[in-house]
């Protein structure tokens, strides 16, 4: 049975799952649509939010990223970004439940900065970050005349996503 801080994370997981296969069949210029008060363009927006999450994973258990990308480099595919993030969301669930209290993550940041972060912190962050981007996603898909999907937690436990323990 998943811990109640686990859920947390498979609700993160289960709305990426939700955003991108939403935004896998668009064209290449709906991808390109942006919108006043969000990220960007919505393909830079989802691989931002991919390339984050991976990042969160390594400065957490300081294993390889599951995705390098940054921007101003040409997004990758929809269908990659969703493979980087359904791996990213599973090994979340499993630090949400592994990593200690007092885990401290030590790492270098991009402008070159030795660092040391709690690991609840990358934790939290990682669902605020993704929340934030999820909802520029939704915005600019709104714009577009597209319905996004429902991803927030009263959806989540209605649709049972719960029950799958990976």
Known sequence: ???NIQQLYRHNRWANRLIL??????TPEQLAADCVGTYGALHVTLAHLAAAESGYVH???AEPRILEWRDPAPPPPVSV????????????????ASTPDDHIAA???LDGEDVE???WV???QS?????????????ILTQLGLTPPDIDVWAFDESGADADVA
Do not use: K, Q, W
């Open 59 to 61: 400065r957490l258990s």
């Open 127 to 139: 669902i605020d970050h993704a929340r934030e981007h999820r909802s520029h996603a939704a915005t």
């Open 21 to 26: 296969a939403t935004c896998v069949d668009l």
């Open 81 to 96: 970004l969703a493979d980087a993030l359904e791996r990213s969301g599973t090994r979340l669930i499993g630090l949400a």
């Open 107 to 109: 790492f270098r940041t």
């Open 1 to 3: 049975m998943p811990t």
């Open 117 to 119: 972060i709690p690991g």
């Open 122 to 124: 990358l934790l939290a």
